[in-house]
């Protein structure tokens, strides 16, 4: 059984813009507690968190990893988050399970775009927490700058607890606002040292002291009272003010370290032992009850009705399926069933157990908090609710964002078709936003994700786990054709061959529909000059010869046919004789409607800081887009469109460099609009030239 109570668990989700140093910190946390002899690296292969190929390869955290350690009789989990926009889905899957948060700062870089991003992801679940300004041993560190950059960009009372002492290559420690104590780091014995405050560093302790007590007081008013009356509170006093006011989201604590160098790590973690809430601390958890619009609340109590939430899926080849779940209420042993809510089915546990980065420990039961994995479940994915049958609860799942880039893909060996569909519907069950279609216009095979790297990454981890390898190209933009005139053509189709011939003959009056009208097809045929059986033949000729285009091999849309004369032979007529004078007179008629081509048009959102507006409208209207308004969402702009989907196939890398990866998009189709003549001279060129 788990041996700890509900009490002394934190659980934290550590995130952050790329390359702040948040797997590092993660690194330098379990070394601190003992959990590893030395901190892992990324780049030599000895992380504990990045140890996926492609994140060595790309030196980036590309899926979420956890971890635990124990400190001063608590169990810290650790939920490693990857900072790259590509792969935010894991990120806000890890906050949805998470008790509170650590945000990581590069002391250098400050508050970057994707702070921002997960800020609003946290708080969207009203998560508790704790910033870390990390690489204070970095050339051009500023600490101070930084907390600036905090107060201004989160909009938050940051609060600094533990201030600096040095910095860049002179960053030796740090001092407790709280305790008033110097802690000097000893990197020989990885020790802290107590010492006084710096001669130097007196006024400026002072300072941020002062408005860290007075921050405190303000999130209570018993504590407002006492700091009025008597001018100082005790330490006991402030940790509690400061948990309350982390609590209550009106209190932001800044720490700040070196996870290269273990500088400040230590207290950190009793900051966030002090600072985060517990799972019985965060309260109760509301879902719905199947099936009805009624909300129903789960208490964090091993005596409640067991229910946890499905986060994260692991598709491994050899293991088989492994979920990640979080227990919000409840407990649950080894061996034990348990009822799927989302999808309304009974699967069973077998060993259940920790993660330790890739390594697993068994546990025997778990408690409310408890964040822990299973193997080879058959239907349970990410997002699914588990729980007791007899009290069923469904819980709010993250829903995967609408992917943003797509690329056509197809096997490198012949024998790899087959192995395609079932390798990338596994790697999507632990991939969500990952989408997988078939394009019947295009016949191609179409994977879409949240940008160029996701689409890649996924691509490396199929031919490392299932031996598929594909190839990457843009896919063709589904065309389509249709007329702007009207005309009365005859089709007509007679062969002679000795014996009996073929013969059949039609009148068709060819007309355009409005746009999306799709196509009609009218018999006005009076009399008897085309018997009966053989009109279904004309309209299915056209058919066919529609969906195989006439100018470019586009399927032709928005069109009228009207069957209104004709002829036939008593012994050579037959259906198909039709059915080729259909096809004949149609691809004849519309040669003679002025013929164009049409384009789908997406609504496309743009996301992106006001700096850049004037760049990505004038880079939007140079793609033949329109700029339909704009709105604002807190510091950003959002630019509303329309755009050709031609001109966005690679718009995802080019924004990112044009916002120095800051902006963000989403698009949905809207309609077709006639493509212009220059531009459809070039794709009616390079159609024929792929027909020959």
Not at 84 to 98: G, I, K, M, Q
Not at 175 to 202: H, N, Q, R, V
Not at 359 to 369: C, F, I, R
Request: aromatic residues 8%; hydrophobic residues 35%.
């Amino acid at each position: 059984m788990s041996k700890y109570e509900p009490n002394s668990l934190r659980n934290i989700a550590i995130v952050g813009h790329g390359a702040t140093g948040k797997t590092s910190l993660c690194e330098s946390l379990l070394f601190i507690a003992g959990k590893t002899d030395r901190p892992g690296r990324v780049d030599d292969g000895t992380s504990s968190m990045d140890f996926e190929p492609e994140e060595q390869k790309r030196r980036i955290s590309i899926s979420a990893a956890t971890n635990f350690f124990e400190w001063e009789k608590h169990k810290i989990t650790i939920l490693d988050t990857p900072g790259d926009s590509n792969f935010s889905y894991d990120t806000r899957n890890c906050l949805r399970v998470a008790d509170g948060a650590v945000v990581v700062i590069d002391a250098v870089g400050g508050v970057e775009f994707q702070t921002e991003k997960v800020w609003e992801y946290a708080d969207e679940y009203k998560l508790p927490r704790i910033v870390f300004i990390s690489r204070m041993d970095r050339e051009r560190a500023d600490f101070f700058t930084s907390v600036e950059t905090i107060k201004r960009r989160l909009g938050k009372k940051a609060t600094p607890v533990l201030l600096p002492i040095g910095k860049e290559d002179n960053f030796k420690g740090v001092i407790d606002l709280i305790t008033k104590k110097a802690l000097i780091f000893d990197g020989s014995s990885g020790a802290y040292k107590s010492a006084d405050i710096p001669a130097d560093m007196k006024d400026i302790v002072e300072k941020y002291r002062e408005n860290m007590v007075e921050d405190i007081a303000e999130s209570d008013e018993k504590l407002m009272d006492k700091y009025l009356d008597a001018g100082e509170l005790s330490d006991d006093e402030l940790k509690a003010g400061l948990k309350k006011g982390v609590m209550s989201l009106s209190l932001l604590p800044i720490a700040c370290g070196s996870a290269v160098k273990n500088i400040g790590i230590a207290p950190f973690i009793d900051l966030v032992i002090n600072a985060l809430p517990s799972p019985v601390e965060r309260g109760p958890v509301t879902g719905k009850k199947p099936g009805k619009d009624e909300a129903e609340t789960r208490m964090p109590e091993e005596s409640a009705p067991f229910s946890a939430l499905v986060f994260k899926t692991i598709a491994d080849p050899y293991a088989g399926r492994l979920t990640l779940f979080r227990v919000f209420s409840g407990t649950v042993t080894s061996d034990s069933t348990f009822y799927n809510s989302s999808r309304k089915i009974t699967e069973r546990f077998g060993n259940i157990f920790f993660l330790e980065g890739k390594s697993q420990k068994p546990v025997e039961s778990l408690v409310p908090g408890d964040i822990a994995a299973v193997a080879k479940l058959k239907e349970t994915s990410t997002g699914d609710t588990i729980c007791n049958e007899k009290a069923a609860i469904i819980f709010e799942k993250v829903v995967p964002p609408p992917p943003i880039m797509s690329f056509a893909v197809s096997p490198k060996s012949r024998g790899d078709e087959d192995k395609i569909v079932s390798s990338i519907n596994r790697i999507i069950e632990e991939d969500p936003p990952l989408t997988f279609r078939r394009e019947e216009q295009t016949k191609e095979m179409i994977l879409s994700g949240m940008g160029q790297v996701h689409i890649e990454v996924s691509i490396e981890k199929m031919k490392r786990k299932f031996g598929v390898e594909l190839t990457l190209k843009t896919p063709k933009v589904p065309y389509k054709e249709t007329i702007k005139g009207k005309t009365n053509v005859q089709g007509k189709y007679k062969k002679q061959s000795g014996g009996r011939g073929q013969f059949g003959d039609c009148w068709l009056d060819i007309e355009p529909l409005p746009r999306s009208g799709g196509y009609e097809f009218a018999d006005k045929i009076v009399g008897g000059v085309i018997p009966q059986q053989y009109r279904p033949a004309v309209d299915k000729g056209i058919v066919e010869a529609m969906l195989e285009g006439v100018i470019a091999g586009y399927p032709v849309v928005d069109v009228k046919v009207s069957l209104v004369d004709g002829s036939y032979h008593t012994v050579d007529s037959s259906e198909m004789a039709f059915k080729i004078a259909g096809s004949m007179g149609f691809k004849k008629g519309v040669l003679a409607c002025q013929p164009v081509l049409l384009e789908p048009i997406v609504n496309i959102d743009i996301e992106i800081p006001d700096e850049y507006m004037g760049d990505v409208i004038g880079d939007l209207n140079g793609r033949r887009g329109k700029v339909l308004g704009m709105e604002s969402k807190g510091p950003n702009r959002i630019i509303k469109g329309l755009v050709p989907l031609a001109e966005i196939l690679r718009y995802a890398p080019d924004l990112r460099s044009m916002t120095s990866g800051r902006g963000t998009f989403t698009y949905e189709h809207s309609h077709y609009e006639e493509v212009p003549p220059f531009i459809a001279e070039k794709i009616i060129a390079e159609s024929k030239k792929e027909q020959q």
